[in-house]
């Protein structure tokens, strides 16, 4: 492994790592895949219909922290939910584990997520309109508003993946028409979860690949 100091001051590990067969860069105890800087990304609903919400093999994957913050805020998201979302709660939970014994939000049958609404055929997320709306401080599941990046837990520090799904082909189009990189589409999310000094460093080390190319 060999430090190169990136310009502005910030200084990253490059590496080739064998994970996901990418070649990763370092950031501190971050490691973080080329793809979010090579690949492009925006959602689309009008084409995807918010399909991420409604396929999958379980819920969002949720932190103990974020169970926590559904379970005290279920009856204030409640009025948010349509009446399956609601029979899926009160049944169910506010989260529930899933097989692989990890805490996630419950499905309404083994379809869509349980906070999922439905406007003109649009997916949308129940609980962030209830943030969006002032009722509760807790926005959405970070897997969620991180996505299409996925977070993996090293011994020493995390891992940030780019999932690719095929039912977000759309958005990789409308980000390829519009040249815009997956971190920078997740500036938002990402500064939530790392902080605006880890994201200014995603957006040196860009500037340094981009000026390589």
């Known amino acids: 492994m060999r430090c190169c100091e990136i310009g502005e001051g910030a200084s990253v590990f490059f590496a080739h790592l064998c994970f996901e067969d990418k070649r990763m860069i370092q950031i501190g105890e971050i490691i973080v895949s080329r793809d979010l800087f090579d690949k492009h990304f925006i959602c689309h ?5 918010g399909n991420c919400c409604v396929f999958g093999d379980s819920g ?3 932190e103990d922290s974020e169970a926590d913050e559904l379970a005290k805020d279920l009856k204030k998201i409640e009025p948010y939910l349509r009446a399956e979302g609601v029979r899926a709660v ?11 014994g990890d805490k996630v939000t419950p499905l309404v049958g083994r379809e869509e997520c349980a906070y999922a609404v439905f406007e003109d055929n649009i997916a949308r997320c129940a609980i962030e309109q209830a943030y969006e709306e002032g009722s509760i401080s807790f926005r959405k599941p970070i897997s969620c508003h991180l996505y299409p990046i996925r977070v993996s837990k090293l011994k020493h520090g995390k891992a940030l993946n780019y999932h690719r799904w095929s039912v977000c082909e759309p958005a990789r189009i409308l980000g390829e028409k519009e040249g815009l990189p997956v971190f920078r589409f997740l500036k938002d999310p990402i500064i939530r979860v790392f902080g605006e000094n ?10 340094e690949l981009i000026a390589k190319k």
């Open 45 to 49: 609903l009008e084409k995807c219909e």
């Open 60 to 62: 969002a994957p949720l």
């Open 90 to 100: 009160s049944e169910q939970g506010a989260w529930v584990i899933d097989m692989e």
């Open 198 to 207: 880890f994201y200014e460093e995603l957006e040196i080390v860009y500037r």
